[in-house]
Structure formats: C-alpha cells, structure tokens
C-alpha cells in the first residue's frame, strides 16, 4: 500500500516519536508513506486569524503537489483540518476559490485542490488497513492496559471521518489491540494549545479538565492522536499540577506507539523514551514473547 | 453619579455589520437566537472578555470598536465546539477568524498576545515555510516578555533531554517563489 | 370556440395592487379572444366582488370565469359558488394565481404585472376548454375509527360517541391514556393528571357507543370518505378480557417479576413478562409481553401466572387477528414520542446517573411512581441543587428545527414540584420563556416567586467536575459562562414524531410536513383535515401542543367528523382519471403509481380500471400511462398545453 504523507512541522520537531513510531509500524504492515515533494506549512491557527485567504493557499501548496483524485494521508490533527477544510471552503464560497487559483495560475501552478482526498493517518489504519490485518500483527495484546482514548477536537470538528463529539475509531483501534479502552466524556475537548502561548492559565485549565477525567476513569495512558495535544498534555504536566494543586502522572502516547508495543516492535525504536511524563512503567504491563 | 451606558447610535457602524455578513462565518449571524450554546461550549470563554454569544450582539448592533478591540477574539482555540452544537448552523468558530483577521488588517489591538503570536508564527513561515517549534517560541517570547525566558528553560532543557527540541532549522528548497505567492495573496487583502 | 369570458382581477387590498398593476391586466384583458368584460376590483371574495361577477353573468350572457387573485387553495370553492349561484356550472372558472405566484415573491413591478398578465392570459386559454362537472355525493357510514388512545383519540371518541354515533376506538397499547396517563400535575391549574384523565378513560370504557381494540394497529386502509374500510391488526394479548378481574395475582407471581423495564415508568421501574400497565388503566386486564414471557419465547416456564389466576384466564393459545371494520371517517390521534438526549453526549444523558428526561421527572414526582412521588436522586438522597433544561432536542437545527410548545411551561411546573417537595435550589436554563396560554404567565409568576433561578441561556454542557455534576450555560442576560453545580439534571426534551409515523402515513395516505408530523390541509383555517378527505387530525401527531390545545383538537376534528355523519353524505371532488379502454394496453404500469389505491386490473378485458370514488385526481397515473390512455378531467392534455402556450405567448 502506497500513499501521499504529509508530516507537517511538529513530526519534524517535538513529535519525533510519533515520527518514529508510524514509520515502524508502516515497515511491519508494508506500508509506504511518500512524504510529498517539498512541503509547506499548513498555516495552522496562526494563518486562518491573520489571513484566511493565505491559510487557503498554504494548504492549497500542499493539495497540488498531489496527482488529480488521489489520496493524502495526514498525520497531525491540526494539519488534517486545514488541508480537509480547504475542499468545503472552496465549495462554499466559489469566489474566493476562483481568486487562490488565479493567483496559483500566476506562477504557473495548476491542479485541483478539491480533487484530493484528505484522510488522518488513523482513517486509513481503520479503513484501509483493516482491524483484521492489524490483529493479525499483534504478537503483545495490550489487554493489561487501561487506556483513556483522546481523539482532540481537530480530528472531528468542523468535519471528519467520525462523530464531532464522542468519535468511536480510536476506540475501535485500541481495543482491537487488546486494550481495556476506558469510557471518556472529553475524548474531544480541546487540550487549548492555541492559547498555551498567550494565555497559559486558560490553556493549563483546559489540559486539567482532560488530565482531571483520565484520572478519575482510572487510565493509566493517555493514548492521542495528534502531537499538538501530546505535547500539551505530555509537557504540560507539571504546569498542570503546580497551578492547581494536583499530582497527575499519566503517560501520554501516539495511537500508533500503541500499535508499535502490541506489534512487539522495540519501544525505543517507538521513540518510547521521549516521554516527558515518563512511559517506561507501561512496558511492565506488556507481556513477553515466549 | 454613573448611569446605565448609553451608546450612541451615531457611534455605532452597521456597515460593520454588513461587512462581517459577508465573510466566512458571518452568513447566518442574522438568525443568532442568543441561547449562548457556543459561550457555554466554549472551553476558553471563562476568560473572555465578552462571550461569543454577546461578540455576535455587538456585531449586530454595530459595535465595532469594541468588537475589534475584544481580548475575546484571541480566546479562541478553534476547537470547533461552538460551531458543531449551535441550533441555527452559525460557523462561530470561522467568525471569529474573521473578525481577527479584520482586528490584524485594521491594526486593532496589535499589542494584544493574539496578534503578536500569529504574527510571527505567520512571518517566520514566509520567511522558511515551514515552522520550528523551539525557535518560534523563543522568538515569540523575546517579542511579548523576555523575562519569561528564564521560566521556560526548565521545560525546554527536559524537551532537548528528549531529543523532541531539534537545533537544525528546517526549510522548504523553494522558498522564492512560496513568498511571492504569499506576498501577492496579502496584497488581495481579505 | 366561441365563449364569453368574464376576467376578474383582484387587488387584495395592497397584497397584489402594491406590486402588480391590476388595471393594466384587465386592460390588455379585454383585448384577448372571446373576453366580453375584463375587470379589477379592490376585493374579488367580498360580496360586492361576488356580485359583480354574479351580474355580469347575467348582463353579458358569460359562459367562463377567469379570476385572477390568490392561490385557488382558499377561494377556488368561493368562486365557484358564484358561479353556481348564477347558474353556471362551477368548474367553468379558472384562477389565476397572481399573488402567492408573483406579487409576494416580487419586488419589480413591471416584471410582475408582466408575469401576471402571463398567467392571466394562461387561465383564459385554459377555460375555454373547461367542461362542466358535476359533483358527486356519497353516502356516509356512521361510523368513526378513531387511532390512538391518548387524551386527544379519547376526547374525539366520546365526543362522537356522545352525540350517538358509534365509535371504534384502536389502541396499540395494552391501556389506553397515553402520555397524560403518565404525568403528575398538570399545569397551569396543578390537577392531577390522573384525576381528569381516569374519568375520561372509565366513560370510554362504559360508553355503549364506543368499541375499543387495545394491543391493535391499523395495518391497511381501502375505500374513500364515507366509505373507508379498515382493517384492524389485534394482536393476542395472552389474557380473557372478559375472565381477567384485574386483580394482579399474576403479575407477583410472574417469574420475570420486576425484571423487566417499565414503559410507564419510562425505564425507572420494573414490572413482570405479565402486567398491568398501570394501575388506572382501561381496560383493567393483564396483557402478556410476548418479547419478555419466558414461556412465549422459549417455551420453557413453570407458568406460575396460570396457576395464580383463580379465574383461568391466561391463554397461551390466543393468536394475532385481523378485524374488518366499516367507517364513514377517520380521526388520526397517535400522539409523539419523547426525543431520546443520548443523541447529545453534551447533555450527559445516559452518561452520568442523575440526568434524567421530563417524562421520567413526571413519574419519579407521581404519588404512584417509583419513589412514591418523593423527589429522589439515584442513590436515594433527596437533591439540593436541580438543574431544568430547556430546549433539549428542540429550537435547533442539528435535531429539530421547531419549539415544542409544552417544555417552558412543563418545566416551570417541575420547578415548582421540585420546590414543592424539596428544599432544593432549582436553576431553569431557557433560551426565550413561552408561557403563551391561558393563566400561563401567572403561573410563571407564581413560580418566580417561589424562589426559583431563572437562568436565560440554554444549558450548553452537563458534565462532571471533580465529582460534581455541573451544568455549563452562558448567562446571557449577564453575558458570564457560568458552572452550576447541581444533583439532579432534568432535561425537558423535544417532543417528535412517532417513529413509526411514515408507515402510518402511507396506510392512511395523509402527508407529512417536514418536520414528520402529519399535514393538515390549512395551518390557521383547516388544521383539522387532512389532504385524504374524510381523515382528520387530532392532537399531537399534528404538531406538538399542550393538553388544552389538544383537547380542543379532539373536539375539532370530532366535529369535522360528526358533520358528515349527521348529513349522511359528503360531497367529493369530481376531478378524476378515467381509461380509454380502447387504448389501454393493459401494461400495467399505472396500478404501481396510484397512491390511493384506486386502479384495479380487469382480468377479463385486460385493461386498467379506476375507481372513480378512490382516485384523487392526482394525475399520476395520466402522467405515466404509456400509450395515453388515461385522462384527467379537468386537467387534459389539452387544457394543460393551452395554459401553458397562453403563458409563453408574446404580447
């Protein structure tokens, strides 16, 4: 299986475990991901507020550099969004639609945004891949781990593959691996990155409010698929329990080092270590291969 | 002894009102009933300086100084809430984008967190097209309240302990042509 | 042809002179073929614009009427009294509709008085070719099936039944009482519902006049107004009505004994596989769930119930049959369902244990509910904080568009039993108070002055915080987001269709508006009568209302009802389709497209026959009969085509 990847910048940076992670279990499920030639930034909140005629034509890069009716598998919530949103944007208002290709045109850049499919990473384990391929990998059920599933708010709003409020896929996911997937009202309630920098005390309220119910459903990992909302939650930790007085110590892992520990794959090669809230006492709860 | 505020009506622009209308997020503003689903939704507007529901009162009646000028607009995380549960279909969250689009074009409240943020975050990608999370915050940070520098170490050296802080700046190759196009779609204005 | 046609212009006041120019119409009027008199008048449906007409019929020898003025909906039947009146046959009038076609939906005058010339001139093409017809009277059954036996199908039943007539009464549920069987007070007045309602369910079960088919459904509906013949699905209830005493002996013995969800307690209580509904209910007889009786299901029971019913009226051998009734009219009163909130995992129903609907809230607060009417929360303490959601499911666009009418002021009254049996604090979250009825807003009032919070804003989230159940809402007369921690969350749910309303439509070929409810066939003049003549609505399956509303629906639609059936006949629409048997190829295809049932299949002539009686008029089957065999009278091909080419031409 062969697909369009864009990474965006985060996998480049402080998601390196996601990075690492989703390149060792494509390896295992024999999937290639093409990252696409020389691309941009998706803009991510910054672009649409200054801008959203430049947030349009900074997916839109991204989108041609695709062949006419094929796929982009994306692999960060607020990436996905921007590029996905382009297609409804365009559909809703034509105008501004006819204005970024004009401008494209001007520099000789053609192609079709609406043209290209654009589906999250975990869509495509879901969808393509199939539970069954991926229960057939599973050499380490995770069933000693109680896992909260948080899907953030990008994955599903304003559109996506699953419901905007309480999605199902990840769930589906971690169960498939064995997990005890625990019941989770916030599974999309934003984590708040967009304001961590500019007003950290709102930001660090909503991380506590999703810290506060993985605590109370008694998780012992967070399972993410985005690594906006791992860094926030994951660096953020501390912050957290400073500022409000609490003592949370939940891992916070990518769905796909997840997928990698129940694949038996090494965990540093997951990019296990990298946890700022440390994983390592997880790995207790994986059995060994006989 | 103060009184209730008045505002006058020849303060108050219904052009604003009309413009707004027709940018994204502004087409159904009209049919707002006021329940404040969106203000109740919203995981930020606890620090909002007026809640979304009362955003789109002000618009309505024309106060776009005000608006303009809000710390609210800067609240917003883009989370989408707002938008997936309000009863009359009004794109809230795509609203607020366009009002801070509108506050960055018109220089309201540029001292403000929010649009300093953006700013960089939207210069450095011109300038590389691509962002690096570290550099970008420093930048950030030397920009809006340096001190804070010394607070942000502690997290930063953890960051680079686990190899998540790469040093190696990353770049697109063709970055002439990426900041003309973007240059020619600022020049369109919004 | 040579016809003399009289041409009439409306003004509607302003409604079509402000836009259209009337007189320009009846100006380029008179210049058409076979016009002798084209005039414009401030109001064609008033008596003077009647009269007009009415003369000029006899002044200038008219052999057609044109008139050219609103929807022939409302004053089609008007006008063609008049004509009557004056001796012509009343299907020699054509309407032209130049207001809900063109004035209200214009702003650019001459463009409009443009487009109603058009259809001016369309409608007088159209007449020349008009036939007279006559209209058919039917004799009327006396007879009347009511569907559905809550509070409007039970006024409506005895209503008829009370002037003489009889009545078939059909209930899918065991009891009949619907909703109202289940609800604690009733507002504005606070009487119990129980103590109106049970009246009313005994005099039915008393009344001579009405026969009433519990555990039944209506599964196919033939024939037409006056003449409808139904048939009646009753489903075995398992028990000897005439034998069962109502005692209950079989329903403690039951080895499924309080293991099964109550529908009446909306899943608050439990009651056995054999049960009486409720304890008012009528008929008072024990019904067998078939879905939950072990023996019914696997076959495999000690029968405990067989044994404990000293009358020996449990009857394992009872089956499922079909009764055929007779019936001169209809009356549809088969209620709504409550909106289910788990839809919203915003609202926490089904998540969190103390977030409950307002049915459920109805019967925890019954003396004869679950708590024994004490205000409970799950864990058995009483609550100190109460939350009342308005709006649930209602008012909003991602569910449904429309308000329900009844939750402010059924939430108003919560509050106040809450208050009543409590000393909790109570937080109602509304959007806009609707408290439009008679001695409603005092009764807002009162309850404002008991103390309780009104919070305007919708309750956005109800989550849990630290342990804490919270409602989340924006007080919006403050403009803060507001926390409110509380024990109990009601949410006072929209109220919806019946799932199961779309088969319904189709068995009684009514419509359904878009909001699922059936359509009656005038929202402010006709919201009694439905498109299928001789079937008529009541209560909520029309639209949601409250109990005096639907009351006096019942009553409405038992009078539309009765005025047939003390005349002994109706009158039908003559617009039918008839078959050229010559033509006929006798494909088949038009039985398919009839809604009404009215085409049937001469195996001997093999041809297609219609029913002149059933059929509507509709022109389906003219539409798509292959070879054209099948006319529509009064809707000709060649009509049709006339209007159209007097619309198109030039000038």
Known sequence: MNFNYYPGCSLHGAAADYRMSINAICRRLKMDLTEIEDWNCCGATAASSENYKMALVLAALNLVKCENESELVVACNACYQRLLNVNSKFKKYPAIKEEITAVLAEFGISGDPEKIKVRHLLEIFLEEVGLEKIK???????????????????????????????????????????????????????????????????ALKMIKEILEEAHFRGGQAIVVTCPVCQLNLDAYQDKVNKEFGTSYNIPVLYFTQAMGLAFGIGPNKLGFDRGIVPREDLLKLIPKIE | MEGMPVIKERNLHPQFYRRVKMLPGGEKIEACIQCGTCSGSCPSSHTMDYTPRKLIAMIRAGMEEEVLKSKAIWMCASCYSCKARCPRGIAITDLMYTLKNIAMASGCGHKLAGPVFYGTFNRMVEKEGRINEGKFIVTFTLKTDPFKIIGMAPLGMKMLAKRRLPLKATAIKNKEEFRKILARIREAGI | MAENIGVYVCHCGSNIAAVVDCEKIAQAASEWDNVVIARDYKYMCSDPGQNLIKKDIEEYGLTRVVVASCSPRMHEPTFRKTLEEAGLNGYLLEMANIREHCSWVSKDKEAATEKAIALTRGAVRRVVLHQPIKEREVPVNKATLVVGGGIAGIQAALQIANAGYPVYLVEKKPSIGGHMAQFDKTFPTLDCAACILTPKMVDVDRNQNIKLFTCSEVVEVDGYVGNFKVKVRKKPRYVDEEACTGCGDCESACVMKNRIPSEFEVGLGKRSAVYIPFPQAVPLKAAVDEENCLYLKKGKCKQSCVDACQREAIDFEQREEIVELEVGAIILATGFEIFDPSVGPQWGYGIYDNVITGLQFERITNASGPTGGKVLLKDGSEPKKVAILHCIGSRDENYNKYCSRVCCMSSVKFAHLVKEKTDAEVYEFYIDMRTFGKQYEEFYNRVQEEGVHFIRGKGAEVTEIGGELTVRAEDSLLGVYREIPVDLVILNTALVPCSDSEKV???????????????????????????????????????????????????????????????????????SASVNEDICSGCKTCLNMCAYKAITFDENKKVAEINEAVCKGCGTCAATCPSGAITNSHFTTEQIFAQIEGVCENG
């Open chain 1, 136 to 202: 057939s990998n599973i050499v380490k059920p995770l069933s000693e781990l109680r896992l909260i599933p948080y899907y953030g708010c990008m994955l599903v709003r304003p559109e996506g593959f699953d419901d905007p409020e309480q999605p199902t896929a990840l769930d589906e996911l971690l169960t498939a691996l064995g997990a005890q997937v625990l019941p989770f009202y916030r599974k999309t309630r934003c984590c708040g990155n967009a304001v961590m920098s500019t007003n950290e005390k709102t």
């Open chain 3, 505 to 575: 439509s189709q068995i009684f070929g009514v419509s359904r508006a878009e909001s699922g409810f059936f359509l009656e066939s005038h929202i402010k003049l006709d919201p009694i009568s439905t498109t299928n003549q001789g079937i008529y609505l009541a209560g909520c399956c029309q639209s949601p209302k409250d109990i005096p509303d639907t009351v006096a629906q019942g009553s409405a639609a038992a009078a539309g009802a009765l005025a047939a059936i003390a005349t002994g006949k109706v009158t039908t629409s003559p617009i």
